[in-house]
Each structure stands twice: as C-alpha cells, then as structure tokens.
C-alpha cells in the first residue's frame, strides 16, 4: 500500500479492523502492540505502509476494509461479542456471508437477554463516535417490568442511584398507558451513555426486575421497519440521523404481551 501520513496507532487499529479505539488502547497497554519491533505507546503515531505493526505477534497489514454501516433488529438470546466462548450465538451470525467476510464493530451493545436496535460498522472512526460518552448519542428503550411501578418513584429513575459503584441514571423515563392506579409495567427510557446492563442494573436497584428491554431507536433513526434478525444497510443520511437529536414524540408504544 502506498505510503500515507502518520495516524495514532489506534486510529491505524481501528481503520485495519484490528479493533475499536478503545479495544486497541487497552491492547497497548498490555504491550501486545509493537510497531518496528518495540513496545508501542497510546498516541504514537505510525505510518501505513511504511511501519510493521504486530498485534499479538501477528502482523496487521494497512487494508482499510470498505466502509459498510448496518442497523441490525437483534433478537434475544445472541451476545454483541466477536468472540465469546461462554455464548456462541452472537450478532454477527445474522450477516451475510459476504459481509460476515468484513470485519464490523459492534456500537452500542444490547446484552443476550434484551433485543431491538444495534448498529454494526467497519468504519473505527464510526464506532468510536457512536460510542464515545461526549457524543451524547441518544437511545431510546421500551421496558417491561416484571411489577408495577408507581408513577411516584419515577423522579428516583432521573435521579439516579448508585450500585456496584456506578452511578446509575435516566436521562428522560415516562409510565406508558398507566393504569388508574398511577401505576405500568411499561416505560419508555432514554439514555445517553448506556453503561453495561444500565437500565436493567437501575431497575433492580429499585426493586423492579426488567422482564424484557427492547432498544427502539438511535438519535432520530428508528427500528421500525426493521423485521427481527433482519437488517439493512445505512445511507450517509440515515448514519448522520444516528447522531441528530431525536423528535419530541409521545411515548413509544407498548409492544405486545407474551405469554
């Protein structure tokens, strides 16, 4: 590949379909980074084509993948995971073969019980944008609870509490169709940072167990018309609406009750 201007070493990672920026920052820091057969640092820049970069001792060679970003509709039971060994069902098993030939990022994970909208990229950059905190890229929930909860306790989700450490926290929590009572099983969340497992971890700590947690839209991009295990891929203006500030709607509608 022709030789190109420096670019951090993440950067190069990522761009490579190595890893996230953030994967490959915490691979540097556990030296199994080397660029030119020396140790690499977070930050250093390197030069494709011109610099040997080893990844665990395997070469990485400067092939920027072609560029695909999907909205994927990922049912319950699979893992956001590249490589998990304790759950072989992942999100990527939905790919084509053709693209399971690519290597995508997974931005913005859904754990294997909770299911609805996921966005998968080969593009790093992309992935670290959607992901980064300072984003601020809004997701949308539908949450079912497995009791009532009382519309009195709904400031506490805002609020936030603090569990395992972490503060927990909605940024925007509703009742959907509440009873008369004051009460629902229902809620429509939002959240920006999206820690592991937030809103089930938030729920628990208030002493109401999530029975299902579908994610029903991304920014101002939704999931509707995306069937289950389905997915499509984004146009330029469908990526830009992921980070574009949501409408003002009502509360998203309930989904369907299982039995």
Avoid at 36 to 63: E, F, H, L
Avoid at 153 to 176: D, S
Avoid at 190 to 195: A, I, N, P, S
Avoid at 221 to 243: C, D, M, N, V, Y
Wanted: include cysteine; glycine fraction near 8%.
């Amino acid at each position: 590949m022709t030789a190109t201007a420096p670019i951090r070493i993440q950067k190069f990672l990522a761009d490579s379909g190595v890893c996230s920026r953030r994967a490959a920052e915490a691979l540097i820091t556990q030296g199994e980074v080397w660029v030119n057969s020396a140790v690499a640092t977070i930050g250093q820049k390197v030069t494709p084509g011109v610099d040997k970069v080893t990844v665990s001792g395997q070469s990485v060679r400067a092939s920027p993948q072609r560029r695909v970003t999907l909205a994927v509709h990922k049912p319950r039971g699979l893992v956001c995971s590249n490589d998990d060994p304790h759950n072989p069902g992942t999100i990527f098993d939905l790919l084509t073969r053709e693209l399971a030939k690519l290597r995508f990022f997974c931005a913005g994970r859904l754990d294997k019980d909770s299911e609805g909208l996921v966005i998968l990229t080969t593009d790093g950059e992309l992935a670290n944008r959607l992901m980064h905190p300072r984003n601020a890229v809004v997701k949308r929930y539908q949450v079912r609870l497995e009791e009532p909860f009382p519309r009195a306790r709904v400031p506490l989700l805002l609020r936030g509490v603090v569990a395992e450490g972490e503060r927990l926290q909605a940024e925007h929590a509703v009742l959907v169709r509440p009873r008369p009572d004051g009460s629902s099983c229902d809620l429509d969340v939002h959240l920006h940072h999206g820690k592991k497992r937030e809103i089930r971890l938030l729920f628990l700590a208030l002493g109401y167990p999530v029975k299902r947690l579908r994610r029903y839209q991304i920014g101002a991009f939704p999931l509707k018309g995306i069937p289950l295990r389905g997915g499509r891929e984004l146009s330029t203006k469908e990526i830009a609406a992921l980070f574009a500030a949501p409408p003002s709607h009502p509360p998203a509608r309930s989904p369907a009750r299982r039995s």
